[in-house]
């Protein structure tokens, strides 16, 4: 397995895969390690999260960088990541053992009944590369709070974040083998959600490997828990507070380099706003700066992999063909490494790749609708639902179209965003279950009922 720099080409560490015998021993120690973690008092788990925060706001740098050089992320970004990675820890050191405790459910003479929380065992985490430490504690934090160990599986780019994500963890002081990465290709997972030492599965990433994986562990009987891709609909009514929604915008498409689930793809704009909203919008885009990710003033850098950015400059081509026009951008850039640039495509089709399938990097489409039913029909016509935003000044009129939109986590006049505090996740084909929040800690829970009668 191999570590290469996007933005340069090198190859940064080269990684012996791991043999089936090791990934057995791994199962085993895991199994082991559940044995005693799950038995540990909960105040010592949460207190060794809050280690955990410490050890990644005293690494901050060091983790930024790593990421920058492992797939392309701007460092300013990449420490903001690392900080949300400690806070996700601090947040479930503090509410974990409130949000575990017993659920009473009555209490009388005739029966005493509740819910109790408790933890299942080894839980495999397949993992993307797009927020490479993000991704990872969001899951981490919760289920180790619970009591559940551990194994991840991380994108094959990114093995030098899977084993600093284990090194948090080891030097934060948790017992040995409560989490473990698995430099492990693709190829190896079925065998692993097979394994009966396995309890559970999550994966953030393509539909399609969700859907393999699902199959997998639905053909176990092991409970899973998809967060996928999406076309999140940023919708532009018209009465939207225009410099806010322009800034925002940019900031949702662009962030990452573009890459992320819930970056907004499709800018659906309400007639009487859409004129001063593509003006300003192809405006901003090109005003940002393109290069290296590892410079401050940075906004977009490399995608994390040259066949990534081939694909979605096919998508672009392939949405021309269908009849968009390109209003900015559409054209590799004219540097080593797969840089794209910021790209607004207008008059979009909606049967274009760029409207009917996710666009993994720095490419926006742009709709007209003539009204606000319209932009809600429009937002709602994909096969994704993982986030969506609308903007306007009137806030009961946004809350009214943001409980219209099919899609797991809605926003008014703010980019959709993951927070501790809140339940994430997607409808449809963006996948199932929820992460963060108190949702998320009881999803690889046994809720188990007792009755005393
Ligand atoms: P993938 O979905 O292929 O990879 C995500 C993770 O799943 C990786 O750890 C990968 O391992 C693993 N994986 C892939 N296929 C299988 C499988 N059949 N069984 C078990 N594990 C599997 O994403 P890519 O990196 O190839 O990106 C392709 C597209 O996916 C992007 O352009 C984007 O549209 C979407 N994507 C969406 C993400 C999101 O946050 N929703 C994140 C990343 C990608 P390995 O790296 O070893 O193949």
């Known amino acids: 397995m191999e570590s290469v720099n996007p933005a340069t080409g090198e190859t940064l560490e080269t990684y012996e895969e791991p043999t089936g015998a090791d990934v057995d021993a791994a199962l085993e120690a895991a199994t082991d390690a559940f044995g005693s973690w799950s038995e540990t008092p909960i105040q010592h788990r949460r207190t060794l999260l809050a280690d955990a925060a410490d050890v990644l706001r005293d690494r901050v740098d060091e983790y930024a960088d790593l990421m920058v050089r492992e797939m392309g992320k701007p460092v300013a970004q990449a420490r903001s990541e690392v900080e949300k990675c400690a806070w996700v820890c601090d947040y479930y050191a503090e509410r974990a053992e409130e949000q575990l405790s017993d659920e009473v459910i009555g209490s009388d003479a005739a029966a005493h009944t509740l819910v109790s929380y408790e933890p299942i065992g080894p839980v495999l985490a397949i993992m993307p590369w797009n927020f490479p430490f993000w991704q990872v504690f969001r899951f981490a934090a919760p289920n180790l709070a619970a009591g559940n160990v551990g194994l991840l599986k991380h994108a094959s780019n990114v093995p030098g974040c899977a084993l600093a994500i284990e090194e948090v963890f080891r030097d934060a002081g948790f017992p040995e083998d409560t989490f473990q990465s698995l430099l492990v290709g693709s190829d190896t997972v079925e065998d692993v959600i097979a394994d009966d030492r396995l309890r559970g599965v999550t994966l953030t990433g393509s539909e399609g490997a969700g859907r393999a994986v699902a199959g997998q562990a639905g053909g176990e009987l092991k409970k899973t828990v998809l967060e996928l891709g999406g076309s999140d609909p940023f919708v532009v009514l018209d009465d939207a507070p225009m410099e806010h929604t322009l800034e925002k915008a940019v900031q949702a498409r662009t962030q990452n380099n573009g890459q992320s689930c819930i970056a907004a793809k499709r800018f659906i704009v ?137 899609a797991g986590c809605c926003f008014v006049n703010e980019l959709v965003k993951s927070d501790p505090r809140l339940p994430f996740g997607g409808v449809k084909n963006s996948g199932y279950g929820r992460e963060l929040s108190e949702h998320g800690i009881r999803e690889f829970v046994n809720r188990k009922t007792v009755w005393v009668q």
Do not use: K
């Open 270 to 406: 309400h007639d009487d706003a859409y004129d001063e909203f593509v003006d300003g919008f192809v405006d901003r885009m090109d005003d940002l700066s393109v290069g290296d990710p590892a410079d401050e003033d940075t906004d977009v850098g490399p995608q994390a992999r040259q066949g990534l950015m081939e694909d979605l400059h096919d998508q672009v081509e392939r949405s021309v063909d269908a009849g968009a026009e390109v209003a900015t951008g559409g054209e590799p850039l004219d540097l080593e490494g797969p840089f794209y640039p910021p790209t607004v495509l207008i008059d979009v089709p909606r049967d274009a790749a760029a409207a009917t399938e996710e666009t993994f990097g720095p490419v926006a489409a742009v709709f007209r609708v003539e009204d606000e039913a319209e932009a809600i029909e429009l937002a709602n016509d994909t096969d994704f639902g993982l986030g969506a935003s609308v903007w306007t000044e009137n806030l009961e009129r946004g809350e009214r179209v943001a409980r219209e939109f099919e």
